[in-house]
Each structure stands twice: as structure tokens, then as C-alpha cells.
């Protein structure tokens, strides 16, 4: 069972465009959210993440929404530029600490940003 | 660079055969993960070791085993090697105080 659902699953938006990604979870119990991006042949690197007190985080062009009453949260990107075509994971984990809290990901979003 | 290492980059082996996967965490890190990531398959969790102890199992088929050794290197080990196994297989380490998981580059694994 996929504990975060995310979609779509592809995505092609053209140079200055405003992709979104969304995911949705049903675990009331998950409490941090981070965002991955992963490039051809590299593993994936944290992006930005979010906790659920706030409804929304902003790191530079890269901006999550978050909907506790929904559970669901969205990856924004402003002003997309062809740097940010990567496949991009959402994921959702109980706690921040050691032990067996796992970060369970989404399925990806390969973004392609046409010049 | 993540600071995660990961041999070997590639691999290329036969049905029925074995194969170690080895992961070197950041310094410092003690936990790490390891994950499958197969076409359109998204990451899979396959098991957590923290400081040498087994914590958490995902997907992992009873063919894989995986230690977590007194250095905090980790070896993921593939037996019976079937063309499905074919993926990458990454490692990823936890930083101590923060839920940032911070992965290798891979290896790619190829069953003929």
C-alpha cells in the first residue's frame, strides 16, 4: 500500500511556467514532509520540507502548500526554469529522530521545463 | 556531494548469482538505508540499520540481507539474482539531529 500517493506523474511545462505537484496521505500520525529532487544519474537531495503547524514554506523559487484538513500538500515552482527538469519526490515521516521512522516517498514526478 | 559512497556504480551479473552492494554514510551518521528505485517504481525502502542494529524492514525479499558493520559501512547483499532485481540501489544516511536523509549515487544493478 502506497502510504503517499503523488501526482501527475510526468509533467512538461514550458520556461517561466508554474508546475505544480501534489501528494496526499492518509497517516494523520506523519508530521514532516520534505521534498526530493533527483537529476539523471544522481541520488536524490533534499529540496525543502514542512512541517504540518504551517500552511505554507517558501525557499527561493521552490514553495510548498500544505492542507492538513485535506492531507494533501503541493510543490510549487515559480518561474520554472530547464535546471529544474529532475524527477521530483514528495515524502512523509513521523518524527525527525533515530530510530524506525521512515521516510515513506511518493511515486515521482519527472518535470521536463521546455526553453 | 552528499558525502555517501557507494560501490560499485554498476554491475552487470546472471540470473542465479550474488552480488554486495557497499555503502560508506557521512561521517558521523549512524543511521542508514538503503532503497530500491526500479523504472516507474518510485523509491522502495528496503531496511534501516542504526549503529550496527537492524531497525526497520520494508520490501525486502527474504534472496536480500543486508549489516550494518562496527565502522558504519553497510552491505546490501542480492542472492538468486532474478531479471526482476534489476534497479538501483541506493543508500542513504540520516543526519543525527535533522529527518534529512542524505543519499549515494547509486549502484545500478543489471541481471542478464
Known amino acids: 500500500q502506497q502510504q503517499v500517493k503523488q501526482s501527475p506523474q510526468s509533467l512538461i511545462v514550458q520556461k517561466g511556467g508554474i508546475p505544480i505537484i501534489n501528494c496526499a496521505y492518509e497517516n494523520t500520525a506523519f508530521d514532516y514532509f520534505p521534498w526530493y529532487q533527483q537529476f539523471p544519474g544522481k541520488g536524490p537531495a533534499l529540496l525543502i520540507a514542512i512541517r504540518p503547524d504551517v500552511s505554507e514554506k517558501k525557499e527561493g523559487r521552490f514553495t510548498i502548500s500544505f492542507n492538513k484538513s485535506a492531507k494533501q500538500f503541493s510543490l510549487h515552482i515559480m518561474d520554472s526554469q530547464p535546471g529544474d527538469s529532475a524527477t521530483y519526490f514528495c515524502?512523509?515521516?513521523?518524527?525527525?529522530?533515530?530510530?524506525?521512522?521512515?521516510?515513506?516517498f511518493g511515486t515521482g514526478t519527472r518535470l521536463t521545463v521546455i526553453p | 556531494d552528499s558525502g555517501v559512497t557507494q560501490t560499485p556504480k554498476h554491475l552487470i551479473t546472471a540470473t542465479g548469482q550474488r552480488v554486495t552492494l557497499r555503502c560508506s554514510p557521512r561521517s558521523g551518521d549512524l543511521s542508514v538505508y538503503w532503497y530500491q528505485q526500479s523504472l516507474d517504481q518510485g523509491l522502495q525502502f528496503l531496511i534501516q540499520y542504526y549503529n550496527g542494529e537492524e531497525r526497520a524492514k520494508g520490501n525486502i525479499l527474504e534472496r536480500f540481507s543486508a549489516q550494518q558493520f562496527p565502522d558504519l559501512h553497510s552491505e546490501l547483499n542480492l542472492s538468486s539474482l532474478e531479471l526482476g532485481d534489476s534497479a538501483l540501489y541506493f543508500c542513504?544516511?540520516?543526519?543525527?539531529?535533522?529527518?534529512?536523509?542524505?543519499f549515494g549515487e547509486g549502484s545500478r544493478l543489471t541481471v542478464l
Open positions: 542513504a544516511s540520516k543526519g543525527r539531529n535533522t529527518g534529512e536523509l542524505f
Open positions: 515524502a512523509a515521516s513521523i518524527g525527525l529522530g533515530t530510530g524506525a521512522n521512515n521516510l515513506f
